[in-house]
């Protein structure tokens, strides 16, 4: 059974400062790794999905990594502002399904 | 142009009722998917549809059904709804025939249920 855990839990930064979110998985036979951002009261929204053949993808200020063999996926969030703050999940596919992290609720203060 | 709709965004009702949340995509996804998000803000997985035909029951209470009448629809009904039920729930679609990796979920905005 598929299990992600994502450290820390929680993030508070300065504006402009670069950060590290770290999500960690069980089973390496994944599909592939999803980062999601949700705000407050909102529903998730994807952010960047890594195949499972793939190391990285970069999105703007985003880059996710991959590691199968580690189990590991790492979040990197360059020159961060408050804007930023929210949570984050990371979910991994592994057959039919999605398993989520508990999330790394950021915040970025001005 | 909402990809993935859920209505109501909000559902307050009293122990014992039962009531239904409707989801819809419009991206032409074949999968559509319910999660259960906790007061823990813990999202799980409780039920996935591929062109219509379950493909994912996880441990749910049989009070919990769900019903896609196509592939654009996938509604939940909860009966005799318990403090428990109280939570987030989320609608998701995706393309799973594209490739498992390729596998990108989409969710809806959510729908806060409240069991007084």
């Known amino acids: 059974k598929q299990e992600v855990t994502q450290i820390p839990a929680a993030l508070s930064v300065p504006e402009g400062e670069n950060l590290v979110l770290n999500c960690s998985f069980t089973?390496?036979?994944?599909?592939?790794l999803q980062w999601f951002r949700q705000d407050p009261g909102k529903g998730l929204t994807s952010l960047l999905l890594?195949?499972?053949?793939?190391r990285e993808q970069t999105s703007g200020r985003l880059n996710a990594s991959l590691d199968k063999s580690s189990g590991r996926s790492t979040l990197y969030i360059a020159a961060s502002q408050p804007g930023d703050s929210a949570t984050y999940l990371c979910a991994a596919t592994s057959g039919s399904r999605l398993t989520f992290g508990e999330g790394t609720q950021l915040t970025v203060n001005p | 142009d909402t990809a993935v709709s859920q209505t109501p965004k909000y559902l307050v009702t009293q122990m014992g009722n039962d009531k239904s949340i409707k989801c819809e995509q419009n991206l032409g996804h074949d999968t559509m998917y319910w999660y259960k998000q906790d007061s823990k803000k813990f999202l799980k997985i409780m039920f996935s549809y591929n062109n219509k035909e379950l493909i994912i029951n996880e441990t749910v209470p049989n009070r919990f059904s769900p019903k896609s009448p196509d592939k654009a629809h996938l509604n939940l009904h909860i009966n005799s709804l318990e403090l428990g039920d109280s939570a987030v729930y989320f609608c998701?679609?995706?393309?799973?025939?594209?490739?498992?990796?390729?596998?990108?979920?989409?969710f809806g905005p959510g729908t806060r249920l409240t069991v007084l």
């Open positions: 890594i195949q499972s053949s793939q």
């Open positions: 089973d390496s036979a994944i599909y592939n």
């Open positions: 998701a679609s995706s393309q799973w025939t594209s490739g498992p990796s390729y596998n990108e979920q989409f």
